[in-house]
């Protein structure tokens, strides 16, 4: 299997020639093993070297034989050093058991190779951290990949693995995805493991899932690793069907039970009135069109969000991020910390339970507004980034004149729309549904009430047919290898 013939499958398409016996799990993986040498000599996306041999898996799963990478934040797996992205952890802290994501992703037959880059904490929406230096996007290496799955959506772009792990506390799924023309779903809360760490997973804003090309890839991905967990301090309704079903074309008809006639509300206006690029806003108001094309109904309308409780909500996720650092048997040392990451955990020393109850409150009234809105509303279309993706430094991590809350804002300011779903707990994805005028990629967001990922991937697979991406391909991508 040469680079080309590979890197032209997505993960259902490989799975499906591996079941055939048209190509062995080895070949694939040696291709895979090739493309991402390829792809990191020209993106800087691989956190280590690669695995050798692959992380032990079940070949027989649904997606037994397809190439795979875990971030570099987890989830963890037993004896993996995890740095997450950051110089003070030294070598890396070998990962004492597979959290029950990984081991999810193992019985799935995910063939794990390596680990991808992220930014210090996962807290910044570029993926530019001292210790590796900036990931480069394929599509123009002066531009950043989006953050924090940053070296994740690089290689999955470039051909390099058709899926890739990645989580999501602000919009980390969504915005790379849009920075590299990916589909990025982040699930909602409960769907997938999130485990006990990170004070309950983030206090529910944190999701664990995804990178894909395609958003077959992604139903059948969460085909296999949805569900509770034990000891979960969340649980989203079940699903009545497999998410596969969703995304096959006779889901895609009739009425609203099947995705027809939806209610759905398009929206290019920042609740934090950041400004807006011309072109991604037209790539949003095109995707409003498409969608009435196909018979739904389209309006324009907001839910009439307060950003200052967004922003507090936020305040609050920085604490469970900082956690894991704090509590750690050795304090990381101070000055090897980017300044970011310095004065959040002087944030999280310095507020107690009252600062996290005012946080959670504030995120709960967000909820309440966000509810009543998708009450009448089956979908809120926006864009995913109000900027096309940016040039690296342009968001400085490691500024010592940030606070929070100014680091926060400025993040916010490039990417203001991911966040509402993560302090809320709802589904989102990001779909590469244009291109600019210089031919970089630009998402556009679909937001749906909670537990409804169904309903965003029936949508999601229709646009796919009427707007399709399948072709698009980078300029560094193992397809033109």
Known sequence: MDLHEYACHDAVGLRTLIAKGEVSAAEVEAAARKALGWANDRLN??????FGPALSHDPQGPLGGVPFLIKD????????????GSRSLGPGIPAPADHELMRRFRAAGLVTLGLTISPEMGLSFTTEPLLHGPVRNPWDPSRTVGGSSGGAAALVAAGAVPVAHANDGAGSIRVPASCCGLVGLKPSRGRTPTGAGLGAAAFGMLSEFALTRTVRDAAALLDAVHGPMAGGAFAAPPPARPYAREVRPDARAGGPSQGGGLRVAVTTRAWSGAGVDPEVAAATVHAGEALAALGHHVEEASPPLGWDEVIRACMIETVAMAAPFLLAPRQPPADRLEAVSRRVLAYAREHGAVDLVAGLDAAGRVGQVLDRFL????????PTLARLPVPHGTLRYDDPGHTVESWLREIFDFGPFTSVANVTGVPAVSLPLGQSAGDLPIGVQIIAAHGREDLLLRVSAALEEAMPWRDRRPPLSARRA
């Open 375 to 382: 009450a009448e509303h089956d979908l809120l279309v926006t």
């Open 73 to 84: 934040t987890g989830p963890m797996a037993e004896g993996v050093p995890f740095r997450c």
């Open 45 to 50: 996306a691989l956190a280590a070297p690669l």
